[in-house]
């Protein structure tokens, strides 16, 4: 799940004004790399391999597999770090979930089928998905195919976030269930980026074809492009050694549970190794072509790597499954524990692979792992490898939330030592009134509701955010119920003054 700029701003304010964390621990540290594998002797491996163990050492990144394509050949391969507790090693075959990077292989399916005269861009989704609707019916007839691809669709990145918290287990159970989404925008009109897009997608690929999405990648994307290390399936993919996914907790990275949510498969829950992803690349830069075999024509890719729709966070365009910047085309990939990064810039491709996720500081850092390697590819030294201090970030952050706690621990204190006999002047009643709508009522009231209606419900936002997500709920919570009760004490500190007046007159 890729966050936009304007999300990780609304995230990172309300969670380090309300947020508490008892102490900064030790960060891990990523172990001596494994398993290269060195294709061409003309690759700069040790300028590549400074490069990436110094950044997993600055984002305390447990695990990293790089894989980087020249022409039609893969040059470099390499596993750096560990996978989870166990210290197995990571390595070029160690599978990983692609996040983001999914959308480009289903976009690459949509395209196998327009070959074949199976799909039309410029037809209505509701020709093939005629159970598809959304609240506004009328406009949800008039959205074709390619506003899908495009992220032009009307649908918003709020909408494309839901399931991650409904967890079903089809997608043609989460198309049914979109009955109640509404457009944000005219259809065709704005960029949005959005994961039900691309799920929708899915189940056009699923109608057209006959097969599952799952069986029809397998069948139609990896099996012709020899990627024996990829997935649909996160048990089989942990029989053959998934990699334990990290996440930050309170700024220390720790081992996690990766879930992988069935009826997002062809927008985040993929599964591949850098050595596979190397081989997708390789088809990609080679318009369609993998050794003797041809997964789509080199019209095809062309569409897909066209830019078709202004994406301004990015200050480039959003092609088909491809983002577009400076006539490079990329994509990156985030869900809970995961992150990637593909880049193909010429006749040069490069995956990194990364079994961590912090939403919070480090995640915005990760692509300059990706940018940093083609620079290097390309003659020069890595120009963006400033990182700030992680350390520093999270200890202000940690002060920030421990003193949040503390106030409303204070509040709750002074409500137990409440003398109804206090005296309350006109501007003291002010003051505590203001400070009481503020601070009690409209910010919490704007976390709680702000988050879930306009970035994520909460449960997504605890499993992106563990520990820091829970406590801003709790906290908030706490906050209004503290309001509520300084609210009745002084009503009754108000009457008790007023009874104390008319007596003694």
């Excluded at 929708?200 to 024996?228: H, R, T």
């Amino acid at each position: 799940m890729q966050l936009p700029q304007g999300m990780k701003k609304i995230l990172i304010l309300p969670i380090c004004l309300i947020m508490f964390s008892a102490s900064l621990l030790n960060v891990m540290q990523p172990d001596e790399a494994h398993a290269a594998k060195m294709a061409s002797t003309s690759t700069n491996a040790l300028e590549i391999d400074e490069y990436v163990e110094s950044m997993m050492d600055k984002l305390s990144i447990p695990g990293v597999a790089v894989g980087v394509v020249k022409g039609n050949e893969t040059v470099y391969l390499k596993g750096y770090g560990i996978s989870g507790n166990d210290q197995q090693p990571i390595t070029p075959q160690t599978p990983f979930v692609l996040g983001s990077s999914s959308k480009s292989f289903t976009a690459l399916a949509i395209m196998q089928l327009v070959e074949q005269g199976k799909i039309d861009l410029e037809t209505p989704v509701k020709r093939y998905l005629p159970k598809f609707e959304l609240a506004d019916k009328e406009a949800s007839e008039t959205i074709l195919v390619k506003h899908l691809l495009n992220h032009n669709s009307g649908l918003s990145t709020s909408a494309g976030r839901i399931a991650f918290s409904n967890k079903f287990s089809t997608i043609a159970e989460l198309i049914t269930n979109s009955k109640d989404v509404s457009l944000t925008e005219p259809v065709g009109s704005t960029y949005q980026y959005s994961n039900l897009n691309y799920d929708l997608l899915g189940g056009i690929i699923e109608a057209v074809s006959g097969l599952s999405y799952a069986d029809y990648i397998q069948n139609q994307v990896f099996n012709p492009l020899d990627m024996k290390n990829s997935y649909t399936s996160k048990t089989e993919a942990q029989k053959n050694g998934l990699a334990v996914g990290h996440q930050s907790f309170f700024g220390v990275m720790r081992p996690v549970i990766q879930t992988v949510n069935q009826s997002m498969l062809p927008s985040a829950y993929l599964i591949s190794s850098a050595e596979d992803m190397a081989n997708y690349l390789n088809a990609q830069i080679n318009k369609g072509k993998f050794q003797d075999r041809s997964v789509a024509t080199a019209e095809s890719i062309n569409i897909m790597h066209r830019p078709a729709v202004e994406d301004p966070s990015i200050g480039g365009f959003y092609g088909m499954g491809w983002e577009i910047v400076d006539n490079v085309v990329q994509h990156a990939g985030d869900v809970e524990s995961f992150h990637s990064d593909m880049i193909l810039d010429g006749d040069t491709g490069i995956i990194v692979l990364i079994n961590a996720h912090d939403y919070l500081v480090r995640g915005a850092q990760f692509g300059k792992i990706a940018s940093g390697i083609l620079e290097i590819m390309n003659g020069r030294e890595p120009s963006n490898n400033n990182v700030g201090s992680i350390t520093g970030t999270y200890i202000v952050i940690d002060l920030l939330c421990a003193a949040a706690v503390i106030l409303l621990g204070v509040s709750i204190f002074r409500l137990f030592r409440w003398n109804n006999r206090k005296k309350f002047t006109p501007l003291r009643v002010t003051t505590f009134a203001l400070f009481l709508v503020v601070f009690n009522v409209l910010v919490p009231v704007v976390i709680l509701y702000g988050l879930s209606h306009y970035v994520a419900p909460w449960s997504v936002v605890f499993s992106f955010l563990p520990g820091l997500g829970q406590l801003a709920f709790i906290l908030s919570i706490l906050s209004i119920g503290i309001g509520a009760a300084k609210a009745v004490r002084l009503g009754r500190s108000l009457k008790t003054g007023i009874h104390e007046k008319i007596s003694s007159s």
